[in-house]
């Protein structure tokens, strides 16, 4: 009987701490349904709030590991999909890519990148629709792919209050001078500070060498932190470094939020 009672008190304890599961949501981008993944903190809030862009990864699934760590620090985290990808209607933009003559796929995959925009506006727009949301505190990020939408959002007035890209178009920013030049736009544009992030062994360290300096040469709000090697490869020094090395670079993230969001 005692036994039977510590473990249903260890069950129940575990039971209770355990990560609460994200809402499914449907949003409306255009003419296309939309879907993605709500994490709220416990609490009635307002909260504030980080729309997550995710990378090129056909199933982005619902980030449970950020979700987590932002979750922790009272922060609503929404994990949209983008048109194609994961739960979302749509044509997958690598597939898209992969149709245009090789000579024409940098530019193609640009193309799909301005399309997209407008899917991270429709995000944000049923995010601030929340009643549990601070729709004055709310930052973008995202890695990859996303960290190309977390700058090209950035243009926007849309009411953030930070920008926080992860490699934006680090895998292809050696063989694709258009990211390059329309990245560097986008800084010069930016409507909201940015803090841009890489780790030592990305695929391409380009991001953070260039668009640093087009920033300062515009005098805009902007940070950028290259960090030690993450893992062994160049994947995990990319995507992984983005997606699960909180316990590297979250403290200057939630520094760099807390500041911009007073």
């Known amino acids: 009987m005692c036994i039977c009672f510590l473990i249903l008190t260890s069950v129940l304890s575990k039971s209770s701490s355990a990560q609460p599961l994200p809402q499914e949501v449907v949003f409306q981008s255009g003419a296309l349904q939309l879907h993605g993944f709500l994490w709220k903190p416990t609490g009635p809030g307002p909260f504030p709030s980080v729309l997550w862009n995710h990378g090129s ?9 950020l ?4 979750t922790d620090h009272s922060y609503v985290f929404f994990v949209p999909h983008r048109r194609g990808q994961g739960r979302s209607p ?7 890519v992969s149709q245009a003559p090789p000579f024409e796929r940098g530019m193609r995959m640009m193309q799909l990148q301005e399309d997209e925009v407008q899917d991270v506006v429709a995000a944000l727009r049923f995010l601030k629709s929340q009643a549990f949301v601070d729709e004055a505190r709310i930052a973008i990020s995202g890695c990859s792919y996303g960290g190309i939408q977390t700058l090209l959002a950035g243009e926007l007035e849309l009411g953030v209050r930070a920008l926080v890209p992860f ?9 694709n001078p258009v990211v390059s030049d329309r990245l560097s736009a986008a800084v010069v544009r930016a409507r909201a500070p940015v803090l841009l992030l890489q780790a030592s062994n990305d695929y391409s360290l380009g991001p953070s060498h260039v668009l640093p300096k087009e920033a300062s040469r515009n005098h805009k709000d902007f940070e950028s932190k290259i960090y030690p090697a993450f893992g062994r490869t160049e994947q995990d020094g990319h995507w992984r470094f983005c997606s699960s090395g909180t316990d590297v670079w979250g403290n200057d993230v939630l ?3 807390e500041t911009r969001m007073k």
């Open 90 to 96: 749509g044509a997958y933009i690598q597939d898209l």
């Open 67 to 70: 979700a987590k760590f932002y």
């Open 167 to 175: 490699a934006p178009g680090a895998m292809s920013w050696n063989r």
């Open 57 to 65: 990864e056909k199933l982005p699934g619902s980030h449970p590991e």
């Open 255 to 257: 520094a760099f939020l």
